[in-house]
């Protein structure tokens, strides 16, 4: 099914303004307003991890991916549009030459208010600082064992004391919040909960758990996904009992709960159990430079030729307002119709 296909009975599509005109604001069929811009800065990761990418890849060549002048210029026209809030990725993001740079770059556009980064944390303890410099605040690094031989497991390599120490070179930057995301899929990661959940209370961190998705190179089933209440049950039985946070967001992509022993918060990203598809705020713009306005639409836009071309603002401002319009209501992971897209998480940016 194309995707354009399930916005059938939307009533804003009945509007007959031109969209040009319709709105400033990124606002979709369904009525979400659209203030989150995530960037994929490169396609390349010094990890291999199961469930997001095959062993083998092609990946891209240099002369694909948007420059960092490229990516300053779309934000530009992004922020005119309502973009406020971005989040830098990949791939590896600190696998890309000079990423503070880049973030100086996005600090200085007017109208940016919010940058993060997500990164796997192998490079950072070399970068921490640089990035903390160039005006970044907030990181999320992906861990999903503390214990290093299950780490080779899931990421096909060695580096967890790499990770450690990027995690602590981040604290002693002056990063915060530093977000701790593990991947929850039964029987693989599920022994892993309670030593993170205690690792992250230990060091003043955020633990966050994503529910497993179909989105990487492996073959995915629902009963591999370990859920969001599963996860809160073991932590309560193990650690203490949870409640939800006093400024809980319920359109922010995680659950956010605190533990009543005042250890700290946690958050559940349960994409598969609760998708939060009615309330998301998103788009990606990929290191090749294809807008997207889902991380599992099966269509996206390309920009790059616009930015290469210098086309004006105002067509550029189309294309986004147009792939923002055309946006489905949900990824429908649950349901017989979901298809997963083409592009695994490595290339789309996670
Ligand atoms: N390399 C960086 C990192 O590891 O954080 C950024 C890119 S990575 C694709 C972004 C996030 O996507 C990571 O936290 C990773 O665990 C998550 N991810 C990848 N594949 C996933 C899947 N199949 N289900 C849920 N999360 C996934």
Known sequence: MSYHSRLTYSPLTLLKEPLTTMSKQLIDTFGRIHNNLRISVTDRCNLRCTYCMPEEVIFLDKGELLTFEEITRFVQVAVGLGIDKIRLTGGEPLMRRELPRLVEMIGGVSGIRDIGLTTNGILLAGQAQALYDAGLRRINVSLDTLDPDRFRQISRRDGLDKVLAGIFAAKKAG????????????????PEVVPLARFAREHGLEMRFIEYMPIGADHWERDKVYFAHEIMEQLEQAIAPLVPVPDYDPRAPAM??????GGGRIGIIASVSRPFCLSCNRIRLTADGKLRNCLFALDEVDVKHLLRENAADETIADVIRQNVHVKWEGHEINTSRFIKPLRTMHAIGG
């Open 256 to 261: 956010e709960f605190q533990y009543t022993d």
């Open 175 to 190: 990063f915060h919040p530093i977000k701790i995301n593990a991947v929850s899929i039964r029987h693989f990661t599920e």
